[in-house]
Each structure stands twice: as structure tokens, then as C-alpha cells.
């Protein structure tokens, strides 16, 4: 594709006997906002080493940024930012000496550097001084000069592994509006994470299991996709054993059933059976039709085959 930023085919990564990613093809536009789910253990951070070119594939090929996987570690690190699920800066260093350090690593000129970093640190709204401790700071700002760091040479694709794991809701959204805004200036982004309500933000979204992509489409047509059928919450309206509901779980006529705290979400089939249990859940519970969310497409596409 010619206004790819990543594409990759057939792509796998065995390690010994374990395929940890097993022969997935996939592209992302270029300034596209591509989001990768899944539980832990299916391939995610794996695939993003090798399109980082930190791993090499067992088998398959593709680019990044226009780089194919195969032309070497450095060509690769060139074009790419990288910011780990862990954090990746030194707690006993200044946010300078951080930046200055990864800067070196880079190779930038000082004096390109110095523009980058002021350039960078505007766009993220630092307002700390640069002699400020990385430890000292929030857990959001820390995120966000990471991000800057992950930035800082002007790469044409940014992974971002987990960046917001473990921090505030309010430091989350910022983080994000950060992301939407380098998207506008044309970078592409890879992300991963756990949080529903940040993959709903994404262009397109990938769905791992087991080393395979099994689901790939915009958030409103995976829903779409997903529950062709139509979905109700079911509110008790006196105390229900959860043990009581494995019947309306292994009845022919629900295509789907998950608790959700102290309700329910059961998609019943279109059928004149599904109808009649409908009427009948009618008489047990508040019946209220709603909209399947992000959540419902990741339980049912990626954990549904595990339980």
C-alpha cells in the first residue's frame, strides 16, 4: 500500500517450540492512530519489538516507515520512536539529563537537539524546570516526558506500549489529546492498551489471541461486526445468584451472556425463540436494548474461546 506507514505479511516469531506471533499481515496509514489489544500473552509486545527492530522475525516480511524489517536494527531505529510499557527513563537523573543522554544515543546534533527539545517540551505543555528529578515528578508528567523522549529525533512512526498504564484518568486523557495532536502533524502511531475507552479513540484497531490477529476494523464496525445481534442489559429486580444464570448462559437462543457488576449483557438471537425469551427475561428483569461496547467486542473476539 502505498500510503502505508507499516505493513507487514505473514509475519512469525517462534521461540524454541512456542510461536509467540504465528503468520499475521496487517497494514497502517500513515497518520493513522492503529490500536493492538489483547490479553496478556498474545503477541502484542512481541510483533512491536520486530517492527521496532528489536527481534527478528522467524519468518515473513515487511516495512516500517519504508525501511523493510530485513534491512537492519539501525535503519530501522532511525525512522521509529519506541516508549516501553515500562518506564523507560532514569528516576535519579534531571529531565536534561535524560533527554540530553537519549539525544546522544541519537546521534542529534546539539544544536538540532536543543530546538527539538524545546520544541517538544512546548508541545506537551512542561512546565517543571529542567533540572527537576525524573522521580520527583507526577506519574502523568513522567508519562509525557517519555513520550517526548520517544520523539525527540523526529521519527516517522511512534509504538507506544502501555503508555498510560498506571496513571491518573486526568493524566490519561491529556496523554491521549497528545497522541490526536501528533497524528494531525502526520506521525503514525501504534499503540497498545487495556483501557476500552483509549481504544475507542483509535482510527482502526487489531484484536490479538494466541499470536493471531482474529479482528481488525474501526471500533464502530467491529461492534457492528461482532454483534450482528441485537444486545439487552439485564437489571435484577429482586437479589440473583450468579450460579442461577447458567441456564439463560447455555440457552440455545443467547448468542452471548457476561456480567457486568449487577447486570448482565445477553445478546439473543434473531429468532422467534429469541423473541419468547426476551418476553420472558421481561418478567425477571429491567430489559433496557443498548449498544455494544469495546468491551463486549474484546470479551466475546478475544477471551470468548478461553472460557
Known amino acids: 500500500m502505498k500510503d502505508s506507514a507499516v505493513e507487514v505479511q505473514n509475519l512469525s516469531v517462534r521461540f524454541g517450540d ?21 490479553a496478556n500473552g498474545a503477541g502484542k509486545t512481541t510483533t512491536i519489538r520486530v517492527l ?21 536494527e539501525m535503519a530501522i531505529k532511525a525512522r521509529v520512536g519506541y516508549m516501553s510499557q515500562k518506564f523507560t527513563l ?12 537519549i539525544a546522544g544515543l541519537r546521534k542529534l546534533d546539539p544544536a538540532v537537539y536543543a530546538k527539538r527539545r524545546d520544541s517538544i517540551l512546548a508541545f506537551i505543555t512542561f512546565q517543571r524546570p529542567l533540572n527537576a ?8 508528567i513522567k508519562q509525557q516526558v517519555a513520550l517526548a523522549a520517544s520523539i525527540l529525533h523526529d521519527p516517522e512512526v ?13 493524566a490519561r486523557s491529556r496523554f491521549w489529546a497528545l497522541i ?14 487495556h483501557y476500552m475507552d483509549e481504544a475507542e479513540q483509535c482510527d482502526r484497531i487489531a484484536l490479538m489471541r494466541a499470536g493471531q490477529i ?20 439485564l ?46 427475561l421481561a418478567s425477571r428483569f429491567r430489559v433496557q436494548a443498548i449498544s455494544p461496547t469495546l468491551e463486549d467486542v474484546f470479551i466475546r473476539t478475544v477471551e470468548g474461546e478461553r472460557r
Not at 502501555?162 to 486526568?170: K, L, N, R, S
Open 18 to 38: 512456542f510461536t509467540a506471533v504465528d503468520s499475521i499481515s496487517f497494514a497502517v496509514r500513515r497518520g493513522e492512530v492503529f490500536g493492538f489489544l489483547g
Open 158 to 170: 511512534v509504538f507506544l506500549d502501555e503508555p498510560t498504564a498506571g496513571v491518573t484518568p486526568a
Open 90 to 101: 532514569y528516576d535519579d537523573l534531571t529531565v536534561e539529563e535524560n533527554l540530553s543522554f
Open 52 to 72: 521496532c527492530g528489536l527481534l527478528r522475525p522467524s519468518a515473513g516480511y515487511g516495512s516500517v516507515a519504508g525501511v523493510a524489517l530485513d534491512a537492519g
Open 214 to 233: 482474529v479482528a481488525l476494523d474501526t471500533p464502530a464496525r467491529l461492534k457492528a461486526e461482532v454483534f450482528p445481534e441485537q444486545l439487552f442489559e
Open 133 to 140: 528529578l525524573i522521580r520527583d515528578l507526577p506519574g502523568g
Open 235 to 280: 437489571e435484577a429486580v429482586s437479589p440473583v445468584h450468579y450460579g442461577d444464570m447458567d441456564g439463560l448462559r447455555d440457552h440455545p437462543d443467547v448468542a452471548f451472556f457476561e456480567p457486568y457488576g449487577m447486570r448482565f449483557h445477553v445478546a439473543l438471537r434473531k429468532t422467534v425463540g429469541g423473541e419468547n425469551l426476551r418476553r420472558e
Open 180 to 193: 490526536r495532536d501528533l497524528a494531525r502533524q502526520g506521525k503514525t502511531i501504534f499503540v497498545t492498551t
